[in-house]
């Protein structure tokens, strides 16, 4: 059994200790700013439940806040907390800090200290190299949404490029799908029997090391990666009475990643690369690349339309963790550029190797200076019993989202 964890507070207050001792000697504040925004969602899926226990139907409430202040010397401070209350499933109601940082900018180097969200990757249907932070799944099957990561971050930006040196003291647990929800599988992820390689468990110190470039149109980064595995390894086991569980057990990876993207007139091209060690029994390689190309002021109109083309793979194939280990993506993005911001993306994924294909529709529209209306379908055709997203194969979506910006 592993051992008792820290509560889960301790390493936000931890950091928001050390941000509290970093402000205290900077000189009075320059610049602030109070913003953010609450939202309301309801979930409906249209099929029958195939597990006991999950709702047909959700509905929730999300606000995230943000605060900002810039100091005369240039340096910031910026704290993002998050929160969501949901009636469908216990374990996405949930509180996060997704930014809680000091800036300290001099000339020669910037440092940010505390919680941190950082992006890396270019491509469109998965972001297959970005590993810093943490995937808040019960946000979103696209694993989009991440978690606030403790870190220090050094950065120098030069003629030669860019070098952040990452330095991760705290590692956050990937957040799963409960009993009543939906878009998991038949067995239910029990947190409380996480497992770890390393004896120091979420105490292991990660780090990161990362090399971006721009020459011309083409844009570059190389990045390494020690320490413990965002995706976790899924062990069968049982609980208490009998039913069926899966155990989440984190290992001890290296990761050498590549990411670049290249415009060419109205192309743009792109491509995420990796090679990781120590997961599983064998080291594996994967990549994703395409394309998108953007029809301006399609049919003599005010609105661009982009076709997207991208093939995800991954070398373990069928023994892969993901749904993605040899598939053809391909997207329409309409951009109406329009007062209200109207855009949609239509999106299918289908495997090569099975009749097995992912449909999806992400639009969003303004209404005034503070409303957003976000609209999202997911579908789910043909999965045959071999396919990794089998056991949700009656987990259709229909969500509708209603932002207020403040």
């Given at each position: 059994?592993?051992s008792a964890?820290p509560?889960?507070?301790?390493w936000?207050f931890?950091?928001?200790?050390?941000?509290s001792?970093?402000?205290r000697p900077?000189?009075?504040?320059f610049?602030?700013e109070v913003?953010?925004?609450?939202?309301?969602?309801?979930?409906?899926?249209?099929n029958?439940a195939?597990y006991?226990?999950q709702?047909d139907?959700?509905?929730?409430?999300v606000?995230?806040?943000?605060y900002?202040?810039?100091f005369?010397?240039?340096?910031?401070f910026?704290f993002?907390p998050?929160?969501?209350?949901d009636s469908?499933?216990q374990?996405r109601?949930h509180l996060?800090i997704?930014?809680?940082t000091?800036?300290?900018?001099k000339?020669?180097?910037?440092?940010?200290?505390g919680?941190r969200k950082v992006?890396?990757?270019?491509?469109e249907?998965?972001?297959?190299?970005?590993?810093?932070?943490?995937?808040d799944l019960?946000?979103s099957v696209?694993?989009?949404?991440?978690l606030?990561?403790?870190?220090?971050?050094?950065?120098?930006?030069?003629d030669w490029?860019?070098?952040?040196?990452?330095w991760?003291?705290?590692?956050?647990e990937?957040?799963?799908?409960?009993?009543?929800?939906?878009l998991r599988?038949a067995s239910?992820?029990?947190?409380?029997?996480t497992?770890y390689e390393?004896?120091?468990?979420e105490?292991h110190?990660?780090?990161?090391?990362?090399?971006?470039?721009?020459?011309?149109?083409?844009?570059?980064g190389?990045?390494?990666?020690?320490?413990?595995?965002?995706?976790?390894?899924?062990?069968?086991g049982t609980d208490?009475?009998?039913?069926d569980?899966k155990?989440?057990?984190?290992?001890?990876i290296?990761q050498?990643?590549?990411?670049?993207?290249?415009?060419?007139?109205?192309w743009l091209?792109k491509?995420?690369?990796?090679?990781?060690?120590?997961?599983?029994?064998?080291d594996?390689?994967?990549?994703?690349?395409?394309?998108e190309?953007?029809s301006?002021?399609?049919?003599?109109?005010n609105m661009d339309?982009?076709?997207?083309?991208e093939w995800?793979?991954?070398?373990r194939?069928d023994?892969a963790?993901?749904a993605f280990?040899?598939?053809?993506a391909?997207g329409?993005?309409?951009?109406v550029n329009?007062?209200?911001s109207?855009e949609?993306?239509?999106?299918?994924?289908q495997?090569v190797?099975?009749?097995?294909?992912?449909?999806?529709l992400e639009?969003?529209?303004?209404?005034?200076n503070?409303?957003l209306?976000?609209i999202?379908?997911?579908?789910?055709?043909?999965q045959?019993a071999?396919?990794?997203?089998?056991?949700?194969?009656?987990?259709?979506?229909f969500?509708t989202?209603?932002?207020?910006?403040?």
């Amino acid at each position: 059994m592993p051992s008792a964890k820290p509560p889960r507070i301790r390493w936000a207050f931890l950091f928001i200790l050390a941000a509290s001792f970093l402000l205290r000697p900077l000189p009075k504040v320059f610049a602030h700013e109070v913003a953010g925004y609450a939202a309301g969602e309801v979930r409906l899926f249209p099929n029958d439940a195939l597990y006991s226990g999950q709702n047909d139907q959700s509905s929730s409430f999300v606000i995230q806040p943000e605060y900002y202040h810039e100091f005369e010397s240039g340096s910031s401070f910026a704290f993002t907390p998050f929160f969501r209350l949901d009636s469908g499933d216990q374990e996405r109601t949930h509180l996060d800090i997704r930014e809680l940082t000091y800036l300290w900018l001099k000339e020669d180097f910037e440092l940010r200290v505390g919680v941190r969200k950082v992006f890396w990757g270019v491509t469109e249907f998965i972001h297959l190299i970005d590993i810093v932070n943490q995937t808040d799944l019960v946000e979103s099957v696209d694993t989009e949404d991440k978690l606030g990561q403790p870190m220090v971050n050094f950065s120098v930006s030069r003629d030669w490029g860019m070098v952040d040196i990452f330095w991760m003291p705290f590692f956050r647990e990937r957040t799963f799908v409960g009993t009543g929800g939906r878009l998991r599988g038949a067995s239910v992820v029990d947190e409380a029997r996480t497992q770890y390689e390393s004896a120091a468990e979420e105490w292991h110190s990660d780090w990161a090391l990362r090399y971006s470039y721009t020459f011309g149109d083409i844009d570059m980064g190389l990045s390494q990666f020690v320490g413990t595995n965002r995706d976790p390894t899924l062990l069968d086991g049982t609980d208490s009475n009998g039913d069926d569980i899966k155990i989440p057990k984190y290992e001890q990876i290296k990761q050498t990643s590549l990411d670049v993207s290249y415009v060419v007139g109205e192309w743009l091209w792109k491509l995420e690369s990796l090679y990781r060690t120590g997961q599983g029994n064998e080291d594996y390689f994967a990549w994703a690349g395409g394309f998108e190309y953007t029809s301006v002021g399609v049919l003599e109109s005010n609105m661009d339309l982009g076709f997207v083309g991208e093939w995800l793979y991954d070398d373990r194939e069928d023994d892969a963790d993901t749904a993605f280990e040899n598939d053809i993506a391909g997207g329409l993005r309409l951009t109406v550029n329009d007062a209200a911001s109207s855009e949609a993306l239509l999106g299918w994924v289908q495997d090569v190797d099975t009749s097995a294909r992912l449909l999806f529709l992400e639009a969003s529209r303004r209404f005034g200076n503070n409303w957003l209306l976000n609209i999202e379908m997911r579908l789910s055709l043909d999965q045959p019993a071999s396919d990794f997203l089998f056991e949700q194969r009656k987990d259709d979506l229909f969500q509708t989202e209603l932002f207020y910006y403040f």
